[in-house]
């Protein structure tokens, strides 16, 4: 079992705090974004005598409502398509798990969540990737990329969309080709779509589940965490027209007994939230994204693409190794009593090589915090001894700077 | 993957309550006894504003408070050897999965828990058992007939200690024939304490973490769900001295992300729960057990020994299947508008025969209710078509007298 890159320098995030440095977390989706009023007052007011297991495929008016509000974002589905789970993360788990048997492979274009990895490691199932690059903002690679790597063992192509960690919004024309691609070798095509309510500049996301033509195909992921900023509530989904897809997934649903019994009631409530809800969030996480892009691409050897989805964004720095410089950062540095906590990217790779020096950048602070990581980070870059050349000028340049003032 | 035995009557039930009937749960372990009034005040008064995830390894005021907990109770443990989990559903697959690789061998006294077998599948992990007989009461089977079992792929021994579902508890001298075993083989042992509290007739359970001189190869699963009858938490945990399987453990946490937030403030909460509650609850299940117990001893060619811990029993009725039984008693039967449903026993089993005319039946309904589902199960017997030999001249005498009546 791999360690997650996205926790593993948690330690260190953990000892800085108590040397007494403000630790940014920029490093996990953990947005700082209220949870909506609805759900606490429901909280509030549940009276109960017993803390019961729920059905162990969730509460069935949970499961309708979350098929109403499929329904009105235009996703025809209903509350049997729909299994509950922990998470998005066992939603994930018992997709692989159904799907897939050990010795099987998935196909992901990469750099993708690094969970993937672990949960197809733990079902015995190999992840093969096929690599999306900085350079045209990780738009879905060349369909001619995934075939050669198609073989018998292969069962499915996984992706998330908007994406984790790149924050890239698939078009339809993408989904189509991949749908394609899918229907000519007869595997499933599985999409996490936990970021949905999250898209800007007016894009529009386009689930797989309308996709036409190949229902059977297709497994949708979600997790009520991010959309409602409730992450540790733990509730997610599985949702698929595949009856023996489901049937199966049933059964590992049942050996877990349920999913937890507060959340789904928490979940339920948040399906009342107003509209402007997320339209001020939305309008929140655009600025957010404009002030932390910016800032990225006005640091010298830094370059950032601009996402159009999700909460992330994948930078390169100008340093020898990324998880080196955010250990660094936590061990070594500060700014103004401050320092920045980041996700190095090669754990989001296959191809580790290709995301040496690229980092996850969460955009999930105020932006106040946001503005002041950016220059923590800005200040990070100039004194981190693994500088590469480009870096290097710069810092001697700025050092410079400094003296004058 | 195994459907759970406990769990795939359940649309049987569902359909018997469509058509009217009032369905006794003595399938599963639900207990209808009221969460204690902590955590429901603490719930209605948590005041944050972001429902966040929670540290991996579960939240360190939570740790050090059960581990203040496990000390109270003689157990020496920190809040370094507890990872909390999602349940002790998820505890026991991470220990499986942190012990053991796929072909790797776990010996299990049965009848035992019907998930074991599912979280070892899925592990790739084969469950070898010992049978234990309704003869003495389920008590531990001689440890000579774990001996050739044992193979250089057998890494531990499984067991329930009080015991879902035969409500057996074991004796110190029983654990430490154990321990000389696993000592012998250096093998894990481990054991599902999560009923812990639930032991009568001046009885004290005996934790695995209390045997002397094999620390690194123990590890305990528990949970909330039954100490506070808040199965719906979802909150368990999984303590080990074992520092290398703990970090393993914790990989797997990380992939997960987190264990839900607002059961982990309900589980740290129900520490303060006062013991009143449990002289209440203990007080409470004697009773019960001895209205079921008597009352399936008094039904003739039924029988069901009588357990000193957990709030199962296994009986063994006078049917040609139990499972057959069970789904009749549901789909076909019904005496005074009610009916009752319970676990077939042979999901309990590996050598299914052995379970085939048993069934578990937990104590967890009032008295009132358990009194009347037991007459209930009685009418049951009396009516069913494959009732066996014993059973076919009770009923035909009882026939008689109510044509009497």
């Given at each position: 079992m791999?360690a997650?890159?996205?926790?593993?320098?948690v330690?260190y995030?953990?000892?800085?705090k108590?040397?007494?440095?403000v630790?940014y977390?920029l490093n996990?989706?953990?947005?700082?974004?209220?949870?909506?009023?609805?759900v606490?007052?429901?909280l509030?007011?549940?009276?109960?005598?017993?803390?019961?297991?729920s059905?162990s495929?969730?509460?069935?008016?949970?499961?309708?409502?979350?098929?109403?509000?499929?329904?009105?974002?235009?996703?025809?589905?209903?509350?049997?398509?729909?299994?509950?789970?922990t998470?998005?993360?066992e939603?994930?788990?018992?997709?692989?798990?159904?799907c897939?048997?050990?010795g099987?492979?998935?196909?992901?274009?990469e750099p993708f969540?690094?969970?993937y990895?672990?949960?197809?490691q733990s079902?015995?199932?190999k992840?093969?990737?096929v690599?999306?690059?900085i350079e045209?903002?990780?738009?879905?690679?060349?369909i001619e990329?995934?075939e050669?790597?198609?073989?018998?063992?292969t069962?499915?192509?996984?992706?998330?969309?908007p994406?984790?960690?790149?924050?890239?919004?698939?078009?339809?024309?993408?989904?189509?080709?991949?749908?394609d691609?899918v229907?000519?070798h007869?595997?499933?095509?599985i999409?996490?779509?936990?970021?949905r309510e999250?898209?800007?500049?007016?894009?529009?996301p386009?689930?797989?589940?309308?996709?036409?033509?190949?229902?059977?195909?297709?497994?949708m992921i979600?997790?009520?965490?991010?959309r409602?900023s409730?992450?540790g509530a733990?509730?997610?989904a599985?949702?698929?027209?595949?009856?023996?897809?489901?049937?199966?997934?049933?059964k590992?649903?049942?050996?877990?007994l349920?999913?937890?019994?507060?959340?789904?009631?928490?979940?339920?409530?948040?399906?009342?939230?107003?509209?402007s809800?997320?339209?001020?969030?939305?309008?929140?996480y655009?600025?957010?994204?404009?002030i932390l892009?910016?800032?990225?691409?006005?640091?010298?050897?830094?370059r950032?693409?601009?996402p159009?989805?999700?909460?992330?964004?994948?930078?390169?720095?100008p340093?020898?190794?990324?998880?080196?410089?955010?250990?660094?950062m936590?061990?070594?540095f500060?700014?103004?009593?401050?320092?920045?906590m980041?996700?190095p990217?090669?754990?989001?790779?296959k191809?580790?090589?290709?995301g040496?020096r690229?980092?996850?950048?969460?955009?999930?602070?105020?932006?106040?915090?946001?503005?002041?990581?950016?220059?923590c980070?800005?200040?990070g870059?100039?004194?981190?001894?693994?500088?590469?050349?480009?870096g290097?000028?710069d810092q001697a340049s700025?050092?410079?700077?400094q003296?004058?003032d």
């Amino acid at each position: 079992m791999p360690a997650s890159p996205i926790r593993k320098l948690v330690p260190y995030a953990e000892s800085a705090k108590r040397q007494g440095k403000v630790v940014y977390h920029l490093n996990i989706g953990q947005p700082d974004i209220e949870t909506p009023q609805v759900v606490w007052d429901t909280l509030r007011g549940y009276d109960e005598k017993v803390l019961e297991y729920s059905l162990s495929e969730g509460n069935l008016s949970y499961r309708k409502g979350l098929a109403a509000y499929y329904q009105e974002h235009g996703i025809p589905v209903d509350e049997n398509d729909i299994l509950i789970t922990t998470g998005g993360s066992e939603a994930l788990l018992f997709t692989i798990n159904s799907c897939m048997d050990p010795g099987d492979e998935v196909i992901i274009p990469e750099p993708f969540y690094a969970n993937y990895n672990g949960f197809a490691q733990s079902a015995g199932v190999k992840v093969r990737s096929v690599t999306s690059f900085i350079e045209n903002g990780f738009a879905l690679p060349m369909i001619e990329d995934f075939e050669p790597l198609i073989t018998e063992r292969t069962k499915a192509i996984m992706i998330c969309n908007p994406a984790n960690p790149t924050g890239y919004l698939y078009s339809q024309e993408e989904l189509e080709q991949l749908r394609d691609l899918v229907r000519r070798h007869d595997l499933f095509l599985i999409a996490d779509e936990v970021y949905r309510e999250f898209t800007y500049d007016g894009e529009k996301p386009f689930s797989v589940l309308n996709l036409m033509g190949m229902e059977d195909n297709v497994i949708m992921i979600d997790s009520v965490s991010k959309r409602y900023s409730m992450c540790g509530a733990r509730i997610g989904a599985m949702i698929t027209k595949n009856k023996e897809v489901r049937d199966t997934a049933i059964k590992f649903a049942q050996a877990r007994l349920s999913p937890p019994t507060l959340a789904q009631v928490a979940g339920e409530a948040a399906l009342k939230t107003p509209q402007s809800y997320f339209d001020a969030v939305i309008s929140e996480y655009v600025q957010r994204r404009d002030i932390l892009v910016e800032g990225l691409n006005s640091i010298t050897g830094v370059r950032c693409p601009k996402p159009k989805g999700a909460f992330y964004c994948m930078a390169e720095l100008p340093v020898d190794d990324a998880e080196r410089f955010c250990q660094w950062m936590l061990e070594e540095f500060e700014y103004e009593g401050c320092t920045v906590m980041m996700a190095p990217a090669a754990g989001f790779y296959k191809n580790v090589e290709f995301g040496r020096r690229q980092v996850r950048v969460a955009y999930v602070l105020n932006t106040d915090a946001l503005k002041h990581a950016v220059e923590c980070l800005r200040e990070g870059l100039k004194q981190y001894p693994g500088l590469l050349a480009t870096g290097v000028q710069d810092q001697a340049s700025v050092i410079g700077n400094q003296a004058e003032d």
